[in-house]
């Protein structure tokens, strides 16, 4: 297999000439015989036992050479490719135009990688987000574990206020009929939810135990139920119950109750420990994704729509594997959405289009900065994937190629060295 000529069409396209020697097609046509030939029958011979000659004279030379050319246009096609120093990323058109028993030639249009630019990603002004942890913090992280502890109880003397759990029992009428589904007993609410449609929950604050009363309500006009929407409704009440959460007192018994420590100041102590770690680390994130979007910005160059598609199907793939985890797949997510793989898909674009000019900078930068991993860099890859993934390292090694492995590390480094030259306000 040998490239011929490669030629810029357009921008981002390539036309590619690639001829396959005739060793290599008449291997391939001589294993496209053995599968297919089970298949044809020849009149004297059992089936799949005539001779190729036979089958070749009855049906014609070129009977296989179809099935043989599809057989070695992949690995062709990658040869000269990379031969041309050709980063494919799809092949759009695929054709022969010669072919004999001594091999073929065949032409192929395919889109590439693009060449960008990339400047001024040293020296990248970003403002951290403060780690400081103030007393305030430790108050409501304290809140939310009493929260978390609360029990409801019983009140029997004052009215329903926001924040309160009622028990009711409740039925709706539209034009002084009862409608569908809008009826229930002893049902628990939580006033200021929002649970239900706008003005419900409101008219219940104010009202006590014991309480009949009639509100007056008006359904959204998006409302799910064709027959409600936008219409005027009436729901009869009647509160059974008024509950509200009493929450724990923090003192030394409340600490040891939810936590290791003894006193309140150690549990405080160990508190703003948690949340300073907590700080720190959204603090990165945000970090990062400020520099990300810094190195985007900075982004020049025509990126092929396809590699875009690409990443988002990849994205998209993931998301199912994801929903298969959970029992679920891409076909039951679109119905309970509403959606179809069109829309999931540009769901998904402006993302991918992120991660894609991310990745074409990094690796931009990479090349510019001579960035390359060192082999105790790439055995370290190896040992934390074959960790993750409970393999030996080795088997990772056949699964994942260490290029691949290079060109991630080399990504990863870049990023690296964008962030340690940053000047963090």
């Given amino acids: 297999m040998a490239l011929k000529s490669s030629n810029l069409t357009e921008t981002n396209t390539y036309e590619v000439e690639v001829e396959v020697d005739g060793a290599t097609f008449m291997a391939a046509v001589d294993k496209v ?34 099935d043989a050319m599809q057989d070695c246009y992949p690995d062709a096609l990658d040869d000269a490719c990379k031969a041309a120093d050709l980063k494919v990323v799809t092949v759009t058109n695929l054709e022969a135009t010669e072919v004999s028993k001594d091999g073929f030639t065949f032409k192929a249009t395919v889109i590439v990688e693009p060449e ?15 780690t400081e942890v103030t007393e305030e913090m430790i108050d409501e992280e304290i809140d939310r574990v009493r929260d978390r502890n609360s029990r409801m109880v019983t009140v029997e003397d004052r009215a329903a206020e926001n924040g309160d759990t009622v028990v009711i029992d409740f039925e709706g009428f539209c034009d002084g009929e009862a409608f569908e589904g809008g009826k229930a007993e002893e049902y628990n609410l939580e006033l200021g939810s929002g649970n239900f449609i706008p003005g419900f929950e409101e008219q219940i604050v104010g009202h006590n135990t014991g309480d009949e009363f009639t509100i007056d309500v008006k359904f959204p006009e998006e409302y799910q139920a064709e027959n409600l ?28 109750d939810v936590s290791e420590k003894d006193t309140v100041a150690e549990y405080r102590d160990e508190l703003k420990e948690q949340i300073a770690k907590r700080l720190e680390s959204e603090s990165e994130r945000d970090l990062d994704d400020k520099l990300t979007n810094a190195v985007i ?9 396809q590699m875009i598609d690409n990443e988002a199907n990849q994205m998209i793939r993931e998301m199912d594997m994801r929903l298969r985890q959970q029992g679920m797949d891409m076909n039951t997510y679109m119905q309970y959405t509403g959606m179809n793989a069109d829309s999931v898909l540009e769901m998904y674009k402006p993302e991918a289009e992120r991660r894609v000019k991310m990745r074409l900078a990094l690796e931009k930068i990479a090349e510019l900065e001579n960035i390359k991993p060192t082999e105790d860099d790439i055995k370290a890859e190896y040992d934390r994937m074959a960790e993750a993934y409970k393999m030996e390292a080795d088997k990772v090694k056949e699964i994942i190629p260490e290029e691949s492995v290079k060109e991630d ?3 990863q480094l870049a990023m690296k060295l964008v962030k340690d030259n940053a000047v963090i306000k």
């Avoid at 936008?230 to 040891?256: M, N, R, Y």
């Fill in 33 to 66: 015989y053995k599968k297919e030939s089970k298949k044809i029958a020849v009149p004297g011979f059992r089936k799949g036992k005539a001779p190729r000659a036979i089958i070749e004279k009855m049906y014609g030379a070129e009977v296989f050479y179809d």
């Fill in 297 to 305: 910005e900075k982004v020049e160059g025509e990126i092929p729509s």
């Fill in 229 to 256: 929407k936008g219409k005027d409704a009436q729901f009869k009440i009647k509160l059974h119950e008024i509950k509200c959460k009493e929450l724990p007192e923090v003192d030394d018994d409340f600490v040891k």
């Fill in 409 to 411: 590390l080399g990504v």
């Fill in 116 to 130: 960008i630019e990339i400047k001024d990603y040293k020296g990248i002004e970003v403002e951290k987000l403060s």
